[in-house]
């Protein structure tokens, strides 16, 4: 029986290296790099293997539909790659996959430079319920009730007639429909010019739109309208990311500007590429493809953001290029060692078994080992609610509602070592800091899942602060509130396989930002946490300073 054993796992092993049996993927070629794509996204990868294939003519580049082809070129295959949208990464339910940000898809609010209210609106900038009244409360809206002035001026709102744009629009407004009066553009350009001929107007289109790339600025005669994230009526530090393009441009990138209207777009696979072909078209992609991508209406990167992937991409061990019909010698002896080892150990553990069968005293089993840290062994209990802040909340039979922070936060900041806390009896309105995570000196602010009084505060948690680590959902929460709009509220929560969903998108976010903006002093640990297929470490941001918590604090917290 172990002998059959061990020569099953043999095989197995032999038909995972390719060396018995033949390929499924016959068909493709091992010096061509195919490419699924997502079909919004044909103009532009067109223009990209174009422009690559004219610098080196003998390059063999394959395109297919992933709507389309998936079956017969999968993504799990060597020499195929994936350029995809946000939307579409998001479908691939249950598949790991290494990603990579390439460019995004961003869409921005424009007014006319000739707006009577262009300083107002920059100091004070217009909250999302605002943009929600424009374009979706019926009638006509004045500029003097949104702005809290007497003027009686109509806002003549418009908006590019793309379907993908008006999808993100209306997650953005939180309404499934605009209203009628909303006035349509039939392209980027053609809105651009409604808005700069009408001062009393106001539109969303694509940011690559607006842009004069000559001069590295907005367009003369507009104005992108800063967005009040937390509509308290002032554009906070973490808010104000207007000043000029590049600042706008790194909002972008760190997480400052709200993730409905910035639609990344990922190159993927189900490993980080290897293969030469590959790997040079990906960093082409990251450099002289960067120029292309405006003219198919997207956004590049900024230079800050691509050279970190660049490097990520050449971390690759060199012996990783190796072609594999190279090495079949050096396989077959590999795989022979592993088969032996295999019996051996196989021996040893029936051997073991029959003697602990045999022994008068039971011995204890050995525990398994903690499992990895990614969105599967996150804690996520049945019958409550989850927010994009990464809280929770739960409402008791008294009809308060009990708060705190979500398994995902505490696995990142690792051990708190201190709470600030609001005292019983506050006021605190959801999208509020209510509570900030303290690790020596470091800190996170985390937003209220929760409008209302809060009545309660758990004491406990001053003198132990291990509790939010050990237990955040059960000793370890923060407040008992009694809410004032809970069933309003409770439909922006996650819960069950919405929330597992959430994480997911997290997890995938976490990795890009441990790739670009986390730079660990081990080399060795730096090659684990990179966008390779290696597990994101527990405790993450524990061992970094303030600047890498204020980015996380940015990117994951900020926008929510």
Known sequence: LIVFIAFVALISLIKSNG?????????????????????????????????????DPEIMIRKADITVDKSRYDIGNDGVIGIVTEDYLHTMHG?????????????????????????????????????????????????????????????????????????????????????????????????????????????FCRLSAVIDYENHSIKEGLQIVPIDINGNGVLEHNENIYRCLNDFNRGIWIGKYPGSLCRNIHVISTKAPIAVNETDFVQWILSGGQAYISEAGYSELIPGERQPKIQALNAQ?????????????????VLFIAGTVLLVVLIAYVIARLARARSAE??????????????????????????RSHTWAFMEKDGKVKVGIDDFLQHITGKVTRIKMKEAGSMIKRGETFVSLVQNGKQL?????????????????????????????????????????????????????????????????????????VKPDNAEYSMVILQDGGEIKDGLLENYGPDVWEEFQNRFIDTS
């Open 19 to 55: 060396m018995v049996v033949p390929n499924v993927y016959e068909n493709i070629e091992k010096d061509t790099v195919h490419v699924l794509i997502s079909p919004e996204l044909t103009e532009l990868v067109d223009k990209w293997i174009i422009e690559y294939s004219a610098d």
């Open 95 to 203: 598949e790991s996959l290494w990603s990579m940000v390439v460019a995004r898809d961003v869409i921005v609010p424009v007014i006319s430079s000739e707006n009577p209210f262009c300083e107002l609106i920059s100091n004070s900038g217009i909250s999302p319920g605002q943009f929600a009244g424009f374009y979706t409360e019926p009638g006509k809206l004045t500029w003097g009730k949104v702005l809290n002035t007497e003027d009686n001026t109509t806002v003549n709102c418009y908006c590019v007639g793309d379907q993908s744009l008006k999808w993100c629009l209306a997650e953005f407004l939180q309404a499934e429909n605009l209203k009628g009066n909303v006035r349509n553009a039939g392209d980027n350009a053609e809105l651009v010019e409604f808005i700069s001929k009408d001062k009393y107007s106001i539109g």
């Open 317 to 333: 061990p060199e012996t990783a290029v190796i072609e594999r019909a190279e090495q079949p010698v050096k396989a077959a002896i």
């Open 362 to 387: 039971p011995q204890q089993e050995i525990t398994a080992g903690l499992p990895a840290f990614n969105d599967n062994s996150v804690e996520a209990p049945a019958g409550v609610f989850f927010d």
């Open 445 to 517: 602010d985390i937003f209220s899942p929760v409008s209302g009084k809060i009545t309660e505060t758990n004491r406990e948690l001053a003198g132990n602060t291990a509790m939010v680590n050990n237990a955040p959902f059960d000793d370890g929460w923060i407040y008992a509130i009694e809410p004032d709009n809970w069933i309003k509220e409770a439909k922006k929560y996650f819960m069950g396989d919405n929330y597992r969903e959430f994480l997911k998108s997290q997890f995938s976010g976490l990795k890009d930002f441990v790739a670009t903006t």
